[in-house]
C-alpha cells in the first residue's frame, strides 16, 4: 500500500510504525474471510482491510478521528484472526493499537461512552474494586431488564450468580517445588481472573510445583495492562506494565527466572509485546527482558510433560481464545496436553473465530458480542462434550453465560488429571 506521511511526522514513533504496517498491506482482502465483525455485520469498513484504509486516511492527513472512524474501530475485537490469515504478514495488532490511542487523544466521546470507559479502566485492573463491583452486580442482576443502556444490562448480565471466595495464594509468596527443583518460574496472577475465578491460579500453583517448578508470586505485580491499552489509554496501560516489569526485573536479577508464567491467554499476548510497548522509553531493555521470559502456562508445560489419568472418562471441547491461537500463535499446545492427560479431546468447526469476549468487548458491543457467543456456543454444544476447556478468563466467562456444559480452565482438568482436586464446575454439574 503506497503511503504519504510527510518527514516530520515519520519522526513520531508510532506513525513511523504504522507506516510499516501499512506499507506491507496488499490490499489482498484473505482477511475478511476470517474477521468476525465483518461475518456478523457484512460492512466492508467492519473488516481488517477496511479498518486499515480508514486508519491511513486519518493518521496521514494528521486529523482528530471522527465519528464514523472511531464506529468502526470500536467494532474490532483485536481477536487477531486477520494476522493469521494475511499472507503479507501486515501487524494489525500494532496498528488498531495505535489508531485507538490516536483515537483517545482526539475524539472526544458522548458522555455516557466516557463515564463507562472510564468506569472500566478504574474497576478491571483492580481485583479489590472488581470483587466490589461483583458484589454490586449479582444484586442487580434481576433489575437488569429495566436498564435503558444495553451495555449496562450485558454487564450484569455477565455477573456470576456466586462470588468465590478470594485465594490466599494470589499473595506474594514462594511455593517450593515438590521433589527436585526443574524451573524457577513467576506466576503473573491477573486482575480480573483473581476474582472472577480464583481456582485458575490455585490449580497452576498445584500442578507446577507437582511437576518440579519453584513458583514464585512477585511482589508489586498486578494488571498486564491490556484492559486500558486496548482503549487507547496508552499512559495508564504503560504505567500498569511498567509495575509488572520492575516486580519480575528484581526476581530476574535476584534468584532468577526460567519464565514468567501467564494463564490467561489475553494477558500473555499483552506481556508478550511489551519490548514494543516501551521500545522507546527508559525500561527498553527490562522489558524486553521480561517479554523474552513471558510463557503461556501451556508452553511450560509441554517444555516439563504431563502425563496422567482423568478420574472420569470425559470428552473435552477444546475452546481456541483468540489471544493464544492468533496473538501468540499457539495452537497445538493445550489439545496436546488435554489428550496426554487422558481426555478425549474434541474441536468445533470454524475454531478461529472469536467467541464475542475480546477483553471488554462484550460490555462496550454487545450486540455483536452476542451474536458471536450465540453461534460459537452452538459450534461447542454440537460436538456433544462433557465439559469444555480454554486457556482464557474472558473466553470461559462468555461461553459459560451461554451454556449449561461446565466451563473450566485447562489447568484445573490437568492439575485434576494428575492428583489435584475435581473442579469446582464439574462438582456443581
Known amino acids: 500500500m503506497q503511503t504519504n506521511f510527510t518527514p516530520e511526522q515519520l519522526e513520531d514513533p508510532g506513525i513511523a510504525r504504522a507506516n510499516e504496517i501499512l506499507r506491507a498491506c496488499v490490499h489482498c482482502g484473505f482477511c475478511t474471510a476470517t474477521c468476525p465483525s465483518y461475518l456478523v455485520l457484512g460492512d466492508e469498513l467492519d473488516s481488517p482491510r477496511g479498518r486499515i484504509y480508514l486508519i491511513k486516511d486519518m493518521l496521514e492527513s494528521g486529523r482528530a478521528a471522527d465519528e464514523k472512524t472511531v464506529r468502526h474501530l470500536d467494532r474490532c475485537l483485536s481477536c487477531l484472526a486477520c494476522m493469521t490469515t494475511c499472507p503479507s504478514g501486515v501487524h494489525y495488532m500494532h496498528l488498531i ?3 485507538r490511542e490516536h483515537v483517545e487523544k482526539t475524539y472526544r466521546r458522548p458522555l455516557a461512552d466516557r463515564a463507562l470507559r472510564w468506569m472500566l479502566a478504574r474497576i478491571l485492573p483492580y481485583p479489590g474494586r472488581f470483587r466490589w463491583a461483583l458484589r454490586a452486580a449479582i444484586l442487580g442482576r434481576p433489575l437488569r431488564r429495566w436498564m435503558p443502556d444495553p451495555r449496562l444490562r450485558a454487564m450484569l448480565a455477565m455477573a456470576p450468580k456466586t462470588l468465590p471466595p478470594a485465594s490466599r495464594n494470589d499473595a506474594p509468596q514462594v511455593f517450593p517445588a515438590r521433589g527436585a527443583r526443574r524451573k524457577r518460574v513467576a506466576l503473573m496472577t491477573g486482575c480480573a481472573q483473581r476474582a472472577l475465578d480464583p481456582d485458575i491460579n490455585d490449580a497452576t500453583i498445584r500442578l507446577l510445583t507437582r511437576l518440579g517448578c519453584e513458583v514464585v508470586v512477585a511482589r508489586g505485580q498486578g494488571c498486564c495492562g491490556a484492559v486500558t491499552h486496548h482503549m487507547g489509554r496508552a499512559d495508564e496501560a504503560l504505567a500498569t506494565a511498567a509495575r509488572n516489569i520492575a516486580a519480575w526485573t528484581a526476581e530476574i536479577e535476584g534468584t532468577g527466572l526460567d519464565a514468567i508464567v501467564i494463564n490467561t491467554s489475553g494477558c500473555g499476548t499483552t506481556v508478550k509485546d511489551y519490548g514494543h510497548m516501551f521500545r522507546h522509553k527508559p525500561q527498553a531493555r527490562p ?6 521470559l513471558a510463557r503461556d502456562v501451556s508452553e511450560v508445560l509441554v517444555d516439563l510433560g504431563v502425563v ?10 477444546y475452546h481456541a481464545a483468540c489471544s493464544l491461537q492468533h496473538g501468540q500463535r499457539i495452537r497445538t499446545h493445550p489439545r496436546t496436553l488435554l489428550a496426554a492427560a487422558g481426555f478425549r479431546v474434541v474441536e ?3 475454531s478461529h473465530l472469536c467467541c464475542g469476549s475480546a477483553g471488554t468487548y462484550n460490555l462496550l ?3 455483536i458480542s452476542g451474536k458471536l457467543k450465540a453461534r460459537k456456543v452452538r459450534m461447542l454444544e454440537a460436538k456433544a462434550p462433557d465439559v469444555i476447556a480454554a486457556g482464557n478468563i474472558g473466553c470461559m466467562m462468555q ?5 449449561e456444559i461446565p466451563v473450566v480452565h485447562i489447568v484445573e482438568l490437568l492439575d485434576w488429571a494428575t492428583g489435584g482436586p475435581k473442579p469446582r464446575a464439574l462438582n456443581a454439574a
Open 97 to 99: 493499537d495505535h489508531a
Open 287 to 292: 522489558a524486553a527482558r521480561v517479554a523474552a
Open 308 to 317: 496422567g489419568a482423568p478420574p472420569e472418562d470425559l470428552t473435552v471441547a
Open 348 to 350: 468445533p468447526v470454524d
Open 365 to 367: 458491543q454487545p450486540e
Open 399 to 403: 461461553i459459560g453465560s451461554g451454556t
